[in-house]
């Protein structure tokens, strides 16, 4: 099984409201959204959807430590 490719700082996004499935493995070419490469990258991740309620920028964590998945709470900068 292949790990799953993690960034090192969040991406913030200009969110609009509805269902989102934010990329848990890393692979996806339009991150922090999936594209459905999980089901080629064998790490046996799927997405995190998400309902947004209100629209605004998002900062969306590529570190995967959040304790807020899948927003940052600032844990990557005490990796
Ligand atoms: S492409 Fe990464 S979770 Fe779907």
């Known amino acids: 099984m292949a790990d799953a490719k993690h960034g090192t700082t969040p ?3 200009d969110e609009t409201p509805g269902k989102k499935a934010y990329c848990t493995c890393g692979f996806s070419l339009n991150l922090p959204y999936c594209d459905g490469a999980h089901s080629k990258s064998d790490t046996g991740l799927t997405p995190m959807v998400v309902e947004i309620e209100e629209a605004g ?5 590529q570190c995967h ?3 807020s998945m899948p927003f940052c709470d600032g844990t990557h900068s005490k990796l």
């Not at 920028?57 to 964590?61: G, T």
């Open 11 to 13: 991406i913030v996004v």
């Open 65 to 67: 430590k959040s304790c």
């Open 57 to 61: 920028k998002k900062a969306i964590c």
